[in-house]
């Protein structure tokens, strides 16, 4: 099976600094890896994803994602961090079930934290 | 605009009480999943749905059952609720995948507290 890794439980970083979350993957296979964002008391919400082509991939919120195939990880960034920034943030991989119908398999998430 | 909506944002159920969460999607998508999240263990999947009447076991079925009897709603039952599942649930949905459409669509969450 499919599966990605977040080191990290939980990044601090201050107002106006860059903002990195780390994601590792592990597929056979090519990959089709995720971000989403989880504000407090509120569902999962899109950020960004790569299924082919360009190693950057740009998504909402100014966040992009760095896609690296020799370290084998999808790392989150943005080059400014807000306050509003602070949330949970998810990665996941494109899994596919026992039919061969796809599902996303989900990291255990980061707590980012800006410090104003 | 996407949008998926859950019965309740909060719920409070006795232990052994049957219980049941409702997932409706108004995007016509033929996936739908039920996640539950906890704290340090991130998102896991416990049923999945790819049409009306078809369903397939996540990664933690175990108390659970699940019911698609219409396309855009997907039902999660706690057949008997104990303490073990208080949790947040989440409900999903993605269309079939074609391409680029792989991107689930979140409803708002249901905090569930089994007493």
């Known amino acids: 099976a499919q599966s990605v890794a977040q080191p990290e439980d939980q990044v601090n970083v201050a107002e106006g600094n860059p903002l990195t979350v780390k994601c590792t993957y592990s597929?056979?296979?090519?990959?089709?890896l995720f971000w989403y964002v989880q504000y407090p008391n509120r569902g999962l919400q899109f950020l960004l994803k790569?299924?082919?082509?360009?190693?950057l991939v740009k998504g909402s919120y100014g966040f992009e994602a760095e896609f690296n195939k020799s370290q084998t990880s999808f790392h989150l960034k943005k080059p400014s961090a807000l306050v509003s920034d602070s949330a949970l943030y998810f990665c996941?991989?494109?899994?596919?079930?026992?039919?061969?119908?796809?599902?996303?398999?989900f990291g255990k998430g980061n707590q980012v934290v800006v410090i104003p | 605009d996407v949008k998926v909506t859950q019965s309740s944002r909060y719920l409070v159920k006795r232990t052994g009480e049957k219980v049941f969460l409702e997932c409706v999607q108004d995007?016509?998508?033929?996936?739908m999943f039920w996640y539950r999240q906890d704290p340090g263990l991130g998102l896991r999947l416990i049923y999945f749905?790819?049409?009306?009447?078809?369903?397939e076991k996540g990664d933690i079925p175990e108390g659970y059952s699940v019911s698609r009897e219409k396309k855009e709603r997907f039902s999660l039952i706690l057949e008997s609720a104990s303490t073990n599942q208080t949790s947040m649930y989440l409900c999903?949905?993605?269309?079939?995948?074609?391409?680029?459409?792989?991107?689930?669509?979140f409803g708002p969450g249901t905090r569930l507290t089994v007493l």
């Open positions: 999903a949905s993605t269309p079939p995948t074609s391409g680029r459409q792989d991107t689930q669509y």
């Open positions: 790569y299924i082919t082509g360009d190693n």
């Open positions: 597929v056979s296979g090519n990959p089709y």
């Open positions: 749905s790819y049409d009306v009447k078809m369903k």
């Open positions: 995007m016509d998508h033929e996936n």
């Open positions: 996941a991989v494109r899994d596919v079930g026992v039919w061969g119908n796809n599902r996303l398999a």
